[in-house]
């Protein structure tokens, strides 16, 4: 079936022509990337487009999501638990309330970017933490 935008000027750029096809993309979520493959209208000189919506790559793109969730939660419970701290001693340490780790390890919460660093950091350098400790 011809889209809407099959043969007409891209908008986007207003030097080329859409055309139907399919396009690689690449989306990037807590700096992990996910590629594939978009179908739609794409632009034959600035490659830009619009891709249409397909409900199975939306649910692929949310299950990567949760994988990449589910490895982070896994991460941080394991180095927490290698530098012997308790998840309120661990949520102490990077700042948080004192249940944030409860909450990151059970998935009711997705920690910031500086938490996830800090402890991937002491995972690497664990004689950091008494230096942290004594603040």
Same mark, same amino acid.
């Given at each position: 079936?011809?889209?809407?935008?099959?043969?007409?000027?891209?908008?986007?750029?207003?030097?080329?022509?859409?055309?139907?096809?399919?396009?690689?993309?690449?989306?990037?979520?807590?700096? &992990?990337?996910?590629?594939? +493959?978009?179908?739609?209208?794409?632009?034959?000189?600035?490659?830009d487009?619009?891709?249409?919506?397909?409900?199975?790559?939306?649910?692929?793109?949310?299950?990567?999501?949760?994988? !990449?969730?589910?490895?982070e939660?896994?991460?941080?419970? &394991?180095i &927490?638990?290698?530098?012997?701290? +308790?998840?309120?001693?661990?949520?102490?340490?990077?700042?948080?309330?004192?249940?944030? @780790?409860?909450?990151?390890?059970?998935?009711?919460?997705?920690?910031?970017?500086? !938490?996830?660093?800090? @402890?991937?950091?002491?995972?690497?350098?664990?004689?950091?933490?008494?230096?942290?400790?004594?603040?």
């Amino acid at each position: 079936m011809t889209s809407k935008w099959n043969g007409k000027q891209c908008p986007l750029c207003g030097e080329g022509t859409l055309r139907d096809g399919k396009h690689k993309q690449q989306l990037e979520y807590r700096g &992990r990337a996910y590629a594939y +493959t978009a179908k739609g209208a794409f632009c034959n000189h600035c490659h830009d487009g619009f891709p249409e919506h397909d409900a199975r790559e939306e649910a692929a793109w949310q299950a990567f999501r949760d994988r !990449v969730d589910a490895e982070e939660i896994a991460e941080l419970a &394991r180095i &927490r638990k290698k530098l012997g701290l +308790t998840q309120q001693e661990a949520a102490r340490l990077a700042g948080g309330g004192k249940n944030a @780790f409860s909450r990151y390890e059970r998935g009711q919460a997705k920690p910031v970017a500086a !938490v996830t660093n800090l @402890f991937r950091l002491l995972d690497r350098h664990p004689d950091l933490l008494n230096e942290l400790k004594a603040g």
